[in-house]
């Protein structure tokens, strides 16, 4: 499982926390951040911290988990055992990764 849920309800009020955030918003913003916070018995901090914590979690896994069908699993599978030979646009990468890390 992904880390998902690692902060949610698990991070003591200020106990751990030694960074701070500052940001600004209009006082609507602040009003419906205040009035969720209400809703869910939180403070205003413990509910935006949660809800940007879940949202970057979100954004990471997007971003760097990859989900296969199980026939996309087999052909990855398939390619790493038995790689197609190189061809010439490869080799004029790896000519030019060589050529500038060289330098």
């Known amino acids: 499982m992904y880390a998902s849920k690692a902060y949610i309800g698990v991070m003591p009020r200020t106990a751990q926390r030694q960074e701070r955030i500052s940001f600004r918003l209009s006082s609507q913003s ?3 951040l205040e ?9 205003l ?5 949660d809800v ?6 979100s954004v990471v896994r997007e971003q760097e988990v990859i989900a296969l069908s199980p026939a996309g699993w087999a052909e990855f599978q398939r390619m790493l055992l038995h790689p197609p030979k190189p061809n010439r ?9 060589a050529r500038i890390v060289r330098s």
Do not use: G, P, S, W
């Open 35 to 43: 009035r969720a916070a209400a809703y869910a018995d939180k403070t």
């Open 89 to 97: 646009r490869l080799k004029k990468a790896f000519a030019e990764h």
């Open 45 to 49: 901090t413990d509910f935006v911290i």
């Open 30 to 32: 602040k009003a419906k």
């Open 52 to 57: 940007a914590l879940q949202k970057a979690d």
